[in-house]
C-alpha cells in the first residue's frame, strides 16, 4: 500500500519535532552550562547573588527591593503633584525620529 501525501507530511513533522526537541535540548543541558562557567559570566552571577536578585523571579514586582522603590516613587509623586510627569517632559529632549513633526508649515 502506497504512502498517501498525508501521512508522508506527518511523518515530516514528527522528525522535524524531534530534530527541534534536540535542538532545545542541546543548548539547555550542554551549551547553557558551559557557557554558566566562562568567568564574565561566573562574574555576573555571583554579582546577581551577592545583591539577592532571585533569577527564577518572573515579575520585577517580585523583587525584594521592588517595594522600597515604589515607595520612593511615590514619595516622589506626593512631592511634586501633577508636576511629577510633567518635569520629564519639560526636558530638552531631541525628538524620535519615528514621531511625526509637531507641526506641519
Known amino acids: 500500500?502506497?504512502?498517501?501525501?498525508?501521512?508522508?507530511?506527518a511523518s515530516?513533522?514528527?522528525v522535524s519535532f524531534v530534530?527541534?526537541?534536540g535542538c532545545v535540548a542541546t543548548v539547555w543541558l550542554s551549551i547553557l552550562p558551559r557557557l554558566g562557567e566562562h568567568p564574565a559570566?561566573?562574574?555576573?552571577?555571583?554579582?546577581?547573588?551577592a545583591k539577592g536578585i532571585d533569577p527564577s523571579a518572573k515579575f520585577y514586582t517580585?523583587?525584594?527591593g521592588m517595594s522600597q522603590f515604589l515607595d520612593n516613587v511615590e514619595t516622589a509623586?506626593?512631592?511634586?503633584?501633577s508636576e511629577f510627569?510633567?518635569?520629564s517632559r519639560q526636558q530638552k529632549v531631541p525628538p524620535s525620529p519615528?514621531?511625526?513633526?509637531?507641526?506641519?508649515?
Open 1 to 9: 500500500m502506497p504512502q498517501t501525501h498525508s501521512d508522508n507530511n
Open 12 to 14: 515530516r513533522r514528527v
Open 19 to 21: 530534530v527541534a526537541l
Open 41 to 49: 559570566v561566573r562574574e555576573l552571577v555571583e554579582r546577581n547573588e
Open 62 to 64: 517580585e523583587h525584594p
Open 77 to 81: 509623586h506626593r512631592h511634586a503633584g
Open 85 to 87: 510627569w510633567l518635569k
Open 98 to 105: 519615528l514621531e511625526p513633526p509637531s507641526h506641519v508649515p
